[in-house]
């Protein structure tokens, strides 16, 4: 130790993870005395704000909304979690900062993300001046860190232009930029040989919407909720009106008004459909859903005979019987097939673009007012008891209670899209926007299983989709509406790259079918979470978030309040855990002992 007398800790990004990490270790110091510790110093690293990053900056465009109520999300321990994970002096939901911030506190409205991220900063601004009150020294980096590598018993961390030491990092990286894929690489190297702009997958915060010029046409590809972020910047963001229509229809809310400014997208998923919207039901998941089969006793008897489940074999019939349960529960009559509502246009076609565009205009109209109905939809409270099945199957993912290869294969594989598809889709409003754009003939649809590619002789984005007869379009710009993809070897990312080059940090492998599969998360040790070096062992690099991808579902979701710390709540519990076992050696006054030979993720 350079100081005896002084324990340093890097937290490395300082949006929700790495305050969440910043509020729970001032839970622990809070609980004891100074005489009980080291000193402690904290370095926080991040070029963007402290508390929202990039993704919640307060000075983002107001009109990007949340996808998450704002009863929700949090980055402190309130309610019921309190029980598992004590307070610090500033923990409070978002909700409750909403009321004493003067933001809207309606549980069930879906707030701006600038307002999300204010109560971010609020969060990190309170954690870390309560720290410096009770002793501990904090220091905010604004820099990127570039490096990260071992330097005898401590690790040395580098940026543009200062490195500094520390004995224990926590990684909280978040969203990070990624190398493309191959389709998405041909078709970027394409463009830039013909003069076309080509926008690969991006945070939105960060993509220049400025470059689509009225009028022109905007391949996108994906209709997700990037997608909606997009277009409400380039309609709304451009003076353009949605008026209210007098005593509207479900689906039929607004009108749109132009401002001319408006680009003309050209949209297409492999679905052919954005995300189903939210029901109005309120509540993350709605009161009335029960899962009467997907229930613990029956999964921990299931587990008692098999020990590791096959999702495909032993958990999808289980939600199979409860979606059709609680479609029958809310009126309901026959067999609902989940799988044909999340795909309503397989093996169909259309003899014309126009006959695509009133079947999409309709299809719009029509999740609208089935949302807009709450529990009077059987659909909408089907795909509730998936979402509320999916919650439950993050628990057993993160308790190592689904085999490997089967999370690879079927959560991963098929069942994720299903479920992002028919219960993350964006606010009804959202719905409502799109579908008054389309009938105004700002926003046209593809068609299912869209193509994109460069007609070279044209010197030109080309898209058509093969169920949609005489749909081919030309544009000069073309979007991917969608984050970059959560795999740490596609990341551009240097301090990722040096961690992997160096032997810190190992992609987890997993077995499936045979074969050795290289996963997109890091290789760590169980909780708290650590990064497995390339020898077998595992020092004080601990990891939060999106990067957990290895060994849990789902790490882009934020905590909710009031939830689970096994489920719903587990980004809490990783961060509790991390700061309880650094405030454990500051107490301790000595270093935490390398784990050697940590077992790989199978």
């Known amino acids: 130790m350079s100081n005896q007398h002084e324990y340093v800790i890097a937290v490395v990004g300082a949006g929700p993870r790495g305050t969440s990490f910043l509020e729970r270790l001032l839970a622990y110091v809070e609980r004891c005395s100074p005489g009980q510790r080291r000193k402690l110093k904290v370095l926080v690293f991040d070029p963007a704000p402290p508390g929202p990053g990039r993704v919640w900056d307060p000075n983002q465009s107001p009109l990007y909304l949340m996808n998450t109520p704002a009863s929700f999300p949090t980055a402190a321990p309130s309610g019921g979690t309190r029980r598992s994970l004590p307070a610090s002096s500033c923990s409070i939901s978002f909700l409750e900062f909403c009321a004493t911030a003067g933001f809207d506190d309606d549980a069930v409205s879906y707030p701006t993300r600038r307002q999300y991220g204010t109560y971010l900063a609020w969060i990190n601004k309170e954690a870390s001046a309560h720290l410096r009150g009770r002793g501990v020294a904090v220091e905010h980096i604004s820099a990127e860190v570039t490096g990260l590598t071992r330097q005898n018993d401590q690790y040395l961390l580098e940026t543009a232009d200062v490195e500094r030491t520390a004995d224990a990092v926590v990684l909280a990286i978040g969203h990070l930029d990624a190398e493309l894929a191959a389709g998405p690489a041909h078709l970027a190297a394409q463009a830039e040989d013909h003069g076309l702009h080509y926008q690969g997958p991006a945070i939105p915060v960060d993509v220049d ?48 008004v132009a401002s001319g400014d408006e680009p003309h997208l050209i949209a297409g998923s492999r679905r052919g459909t954005p995300y189903r919207a939210k029901t109005l039901a309120p509540g993350f998941v709605p009161s009335g ?12 008897a299931l587990i008692a005979k098999h020990s590791e489940l096959d999702f495909a074999a032993h958990l999808w019939p289980l939600i199979e019987q409860d979606i ?52 009077d939809s ?80 044209q010197g030109a984005f080309i898209a058509d989709s093969a169920a949609v007869q005489g749909a081919r ?62 020898d077998g062992s595992a020092g004080q690099i601990y990891v939060l978030g999106l990067q957990l991808s290895s060994v849990q579902w789902g790490t882009a979701i934020a905590a909710e309040a009031g939830g689970d710390t096994r489920g719903s709540a587990r980004a809490l519990a ?23 030979d940590a077992v790989r993720v199978q």
């Open 209 to 256: 919407y400025g470059l689509f010029r009225p009028g022109q046409n905007v391949l996108v590809r994906g209709l997700g909720l990037n997608f909606f972020d997009l277009m409400i910047q380039v309609t709304a963001g451009r003076g353009g009106q949605f008026r209210l229509n007098p005593d509207p229809a479900p689906g039929q809310r607004y009108t749109y």
């Open 289 to 300: 859903i029960r899962l009467a089969h997907l229930t613990p006793e029956v999964t921990n």
């Open 324 to 375: 059709q349960a609680t479609y029958t529960q809310y009126g309901g009559s026959g067999t609902f097939d989940v799988i044909a509502y999340a795909k309503p246009f397989q093996h169909r076609s259309w003899t014309s673009p126009q006959e695509y565009q009133q079947t999409l205009v309709q299809w719009l109209e029509d999740d609208a007012s089935s949302s807009a109905a709450e529990e």
């Open 378 to 457: 059987p659909e909408k409270m089907a795909a509730n008891a998936l979402h509320a099945a999916r919650l439950q199957i993050k628990k057993l993912v993160a308790d190592r209670r689904i085999q490997q290869g089967s999370v690879l294969r079927d959560i991963e594989g098929w069942f994720e899209p299903l479920v992002e598809g028919l219960a993350s889709g964006p606010p009804v409003q959202r719905i409502e926007e799109l579908a008054a754009l389309a009938r105004a003939g700002i926003v046209e649809f593809l068609g299912p299983e869209p193509v994109y590619g460069v007609d070279t002789t």
């Open 473 to 534: 379009y030309t544009a000069e710009h073309m979007i991917e509406a969608m984050m970059p993809p959560n795999r740490i070897t596609q990341a551009r990312s240097p301090l990722v790259r040096g961690l992997l080059d160096h032997g810190l940090a190992t992609p987890a492998v997993i077995e499936s079918g045979g074969q050795a599969h290289v996963h997109k998360g890091f290789n760590v040790t169980a909780e708290p979470h650590r990064l497995i070096h390339a």
């Open 574 to 596: 990783d961060a509790d855990a991390a700061a309880a076992e650094v405030a454990s050696a500051a107490a301790r006054g000595q270093d935490l002992p390398s784990v050697q």
